[in-house]
């Protein structure tokens, strides 16, 4: 009897305190336990990037999208309308704008008929946004070549006024004598939008000329800019101006001009006229065609 109960204590020794048997579940609850621990950390991981990840790229796409739709439309490199009627009286700030004419004058007055053909070339430079300078080189063509006087100006934009359809402006002219005789001129020019398609145009001066007799210039021009489309423009002004001297005189001259912005900064222009149709009538017109171009610099 002792024996046998000896046998059974060392039997149920051995099967619970088996080495290979701890082992063997030592292995088993470890392994699952390493493999969960590791598939929920990586699932935790990935968890974690992708909700960083993927809403940092579209709030920046957005925000991309938004900020390319709040910049306004820039119509020109230069930043000038392309509207006439919309535009500055000055170039903007650091803004070259060359120009090229071939002018038509045609002169029949009593016994002296002439016909001139002139190259002018000049450039306006904008300083400021404000303050533009510009000057021209006329070249006689026909009927001798020859050199013409030179213009220079400065002008000045004192400012706009009511939401910009006002806008008023200084002017500074002298004219260089090559062929007739020094001049300087000091006018306003105005410009009032009044409509989405219509402005007053026009202006008043005052000036010397050093001509026979020196002469005190008193100047009147109005107009109207009517812009049926944005590329295009139709001016048409009407002048008085009055020579002050021992031998007075008032000019009325009439202009009409058409201009189309071909692309960007450029525009095409015509110009025709009559000098005064005070006294010479249609005896004495003329007529250019041009072109300008603005660019920063």
Do not use: C
């Not at 009897?1 to 204590?9: E, G, I, R």
């Not at 991309?64 to 930043?79: C, F, H, L, R």
């Not at 509207?83 to 029949?108: C, G, Q």
Request: glycine share 10%; proline share 6%.
């Amino acid at each position: 009897m002792k024996k046998t109960l000896s046998l059974l204590v060392a039997a149920l020794f051995l099967v619970a305190f088996n080495p290979v048997a701890l082992a063997q579940g030592e292995g088993e609850e470890t392994a699952p336990a390493e493999e969960t621990t590791t598939e929920e950390g990586e699932a935790e991981e990935g968890e974690a990037e992708d909700p960083w990840s993927v809403p940092e790229t579209t709030e920046g796409t957005e925000e991309d999208q938004a900020a390319e739709e709040a910049e306004p439309e820039t119509v020109t490199p230069s930043g000038y309308p392309t509207a006439e009627i919309d535009r500055p009286l000055a170039l903007p700030k650091m803004t070259l704008e060359p120009f090229a004419n071939f002018h038509l004058v045609h002169w029949s007055v009593g016994e002296f008929d002439f016909n001139g053909v002139s190259l002018q070339l000049g450039t306006g430079f904008g300083i400021t946004d404000n303050l533009e300078a510009g000057l021209m080189f006329p070249l006689v063509l026909s009927p001798d070549f020859d050199a013409g006087d030179v213009p220079i100006y400065g002008l000045y934009e004192v400012g706009s006024f009511m939401d910009d359809k006002l806008r008023v402006a200084g002017r500074l002219t002298m004219n260089l004598p090559l062929q007739t005789d020094f001049k300087v001129v000091a006018d306003a020019p105005v410009k009032f939008k009044f409509h989405d398609m219509f402005a007053a145009i026009g202006g008043v001066g005052i000036g010397l000329g050093f001509y026979n007799d020196t002469a005190f210039l008193i100047n009147f021009d109005m107009g109207m800019l009517v812009q049926p489309m944005e590329a295009l423009a139709l001016e048409a002004r009407l002048g008085i101006h009055v020579g002050v001297a021992d031998a007075s005189a008032t000019l009325v001259p009439l202009y009409f001009r058409g201009q189309y912005t071909l692309m960007g900064d450029l525009d095409a222009y015509a110009e025709f006229g009559f000098y005064d149709l005070n006294h010479a009538g249609a005896d004495i017109f003329v007529f250019f065609v041009g072109v300008a171009h603005r660019l920063g610099v």
